[in-house]
């Protein structure tokens, strides 16, 4: 089954003094932030990276699950920043991607 968008694992530490992924921890990429924990801030703040990070839309990131956590599921549309980004993460031995996403 072909699908255009990919799964991940997120932990967000917000108030962050920069914004930042700081590597993968089990099967969740641990990404840092600037902004606090309050009123949606930090998931503003982490849409807003994914998207330049990646080279997609913010329109397009949709939160699947652990929107009020810090362990998120976050759904991103494929871009060759993404894939290559992924490529580089398993050949060190470590999977983020879920790809049954419908």
């Known amino acids: 089954m072909r699908t255009d968008y990919i799964d991940i694992f997120i932990n967000a530490r917000p108030a962050s003094s ?3 992924i700081v590597g993968i ?3 969740t990429l641990k990404i840092k932030v600037k902004a606090p924990a309050v009123e949606g801030a930090a998931n ?3 849409v807003k990276f994914l998207s330049k990070r990646f ?3 913010k329109s397009h990131i949709l939160f ?3 929107e ?5 599921r976050v759904r991103l549309p494929k ?3 993404l894939l ?3 490529e580089e993460i398993e050949k060190e031995g470590e999977g983020i991607a879920k790809e049954d996403a419908p």
């Open 18 to 20: 920069r914004n930042e």
């Open 25 to 27: 921890f089990d099967d």
């Open 44 to 46: 503003k703040e982490l």
């Open 55 to 57: 080279k997609v839309p």
């Open 64 to 66: 699947v699950s652990g």
């Open 68 to 72: 009020t956590s810090k362990r998120k």
């Open 79 to 81: 871009s060759e920043k």
């Open 84 to 86: 290559a980004f992924i």
